[in-house]
């Protein structure tokens, strides 16, 4: 029978969360032995994980959104362990929860305890992981340039304001992706590579990603003269913008740019003028929904 144990590491934005104790303390009724972490500075999610794994945790849950699920998810990966993760997702975007059919309620959240793990893929950059996605161009420095105190107010509708409100500084940005039978070059409005579906607080931009094929996903927006207004569709979710995307899924791509690009990796910002992402096939265990859109043929770890 499997341990009933397991550990939340919460973002110290939430420790005062009513509702993230009660669910808590229904698991706890229920038969888990929950301990809860906070954090309060960077690199506090990858120590509290190492100390969670020297104290026989197998079960490891993300409280916060999509930068302290990455900041976690790398961290287990780096230490090769059998440990699995769950996703309470707490954020402003969760693009990764949704993208994932995590549910956003914290109590179905945290059931997925009791669901089995499976095995899925993270990408590599520079010496990074990432769960999600690392996006270019505009997108990326719209989220990057949204404001807690906006998306406190707004939520995820922070993103679309703050896009809409800095059409005067848009900007394409030139780049060369290269990869396996796969050559582009040429300006672009955003980029987006790896196995979630969405990011910058909705925007589809993998929308057939796959967390569980051993590839990422790259989907790019070449800039048409007509920028501006194509940007204004993307944010809008305008009907006719998915037609204008390059594809494709490879196990690794290489970005070059002369000028460098900014680069927005789970929320974590990156900038460079030669990238080389590569898909890391089953680097992590992950509680999701049995009928998650993002697992294709994973099989799962009892």
Same mark, same amino acid.
């Given at each position: 029978?499997?341990?009933?144990?397991?550990?939340?590491?919460?973002?110290?934005?939430?420790? @005062?969360?009513?509702?993230?104790?009660?669910?808590?303390?229904?698991?706890?009724?229920?038969?888990?032995?929950?301990?809860?972490?906070?954090?309060?500075?960077?690199?506090?999610?990858?120590?509290?994980?190492?100390?969670?794994?020297?104290?026989?945790?197998?079960?490891?849950?993300?409280?916060?959104?999509?930068?302290?699920?990455?900041?976690?998810?790398?961290?287990?990966?780096?230490?090769?362990?059998?440990?699995?993760?769950?996703?309470? +997702?707490?954020?402003?975007?969760?693009?990764?929860?949704?993208?994932?059919?995590?549910?956003?309620?914290?109590?179905r959240a945290l059931d997925l305890l009791d669901v089995p793990a499976r095995a899925v893929d993270m990408g590599s950059v520079d010496g990074q992981l990432f769960l999600n996605m690392a996006t270019g161009g505009f997108g990326?420095?719209?989220?990057?340039?949204?404001?807690?105190?906006?998306?406190?107010?707004?939520?995820?509708?922070?993103?679309?304001?703050?896009?809409?409100?800095?059409?005067?500084?848009?900007?394409?940005?030139?780049?060369? @992706?290269?990869?396996?039978?796969?050559?582009?070059?040429?300006?672009?409005?955003? @980029?987006?590579?790896?196995?979630?579906?969405?990011?910058?607080?909705?925007?589809?931009?993998?929308?057939?990603?796959?967390?569980?094929?051993? @590839?990422?996903?790259?989907?790019?927006?070449?800039?048409?003269?007509?920028?501006?207004?194509?940007?204004?569709?993307?944010?809008?979710?305008?009907?006719?913008?998915?037609?204008?995307?390059?594809?494709?899924?490879? +196990?690794?791509?290489?970005?070059?740019?002369?000028?460098?690009?900014?680069?927005?990796?789970?929320?974590?910002?990156?900038?460079?003028?030669?990238?080389?992402?590569?898909?890391?096939?089953?680097?992590?265990?992950?509680?999701?929904?049995?009928?998650?859109?993002?697992?294709?043929?994973?099989?799962?770890?009892?």
């Amino acid at each position: 029978m499997t341990e009933r144990r397991a550990v939340l590491i919460l973002h110290g934005k939430q420790a @005062l969360n009513e509702d993230v104790r009660n669910a808590v303390q229904r698991k706890r009724n229920h038969g888990w032995e929950l301990d809860v972490r906070v954090t309060w500075e960077g690199g506090d999610a990858q120590r509290l994980v190492a100390d969670a794994l020297q104290a026989g945790h197998r079960r490891i849950i993300a409280g916060g959104g999509d930068g302290t699920l990455r900041e976690v998810a790398e961290a287990l990966a780096l230490a090769d362990t059998e440990a699995s993760l769950v996703i309470l +997702p707490l954020g402003t975007a969760n693009d990764f929860a949704r993208s994932a059919g995590v549910p956003l309620d914290i109590e179905r959240a945290l059931d997925l305890l009791d669901v089995p793990a499976r095995a899925v893929d993270m990408g590599s950059v520079d010496g990074q992981l990432f769960l999600n996605m690392a996006t270019g161009g505009f997108g990326s420095q719209v989220t990057a340039s949204t404001s807690e105190d906006l998306k406190k107010v707004l939520g995820g509708a922070a993103y679309l304001f703050t896009g809409l409100s800095r059409f005067s500084e848009l900007k394409s940005a030139y780049g060369e @992706l290269s990869g396996p039978d796969f050559h582009w070059r040429g300006d672009l409005l955003a @980029l987006g590579i790896g196995n979630g579906r969405q990011a910058g607080g909705g925007h589809p931009l993998c929308p057939t990603a796959l967390a569980d094929d051993g @590839l990422l996903d790259i989907s790019i927006l070449p800039a048409p003269q007509e920028v501006v207004g194509t940007l204004k569709s993307l944010l809008e979710g305008g009907l006719g913008i998915d037609n204008l995307f390059v594809r494709a899924r490879l +196990p690794w791509v290489e970005l070059k740019s002369t000028r460098g690009l900014d680069i927005n990796l789970d929320g974590e910002p990156l900038r460079g003028e030669q990238l080389r992402f590569e898909a890391r096939p089953a680097a992590l265990r992950i509680h999701l929904p049995a009928h998650s859109p993002l697992l294709g043929g994973a099989r799962r770890i009892e």
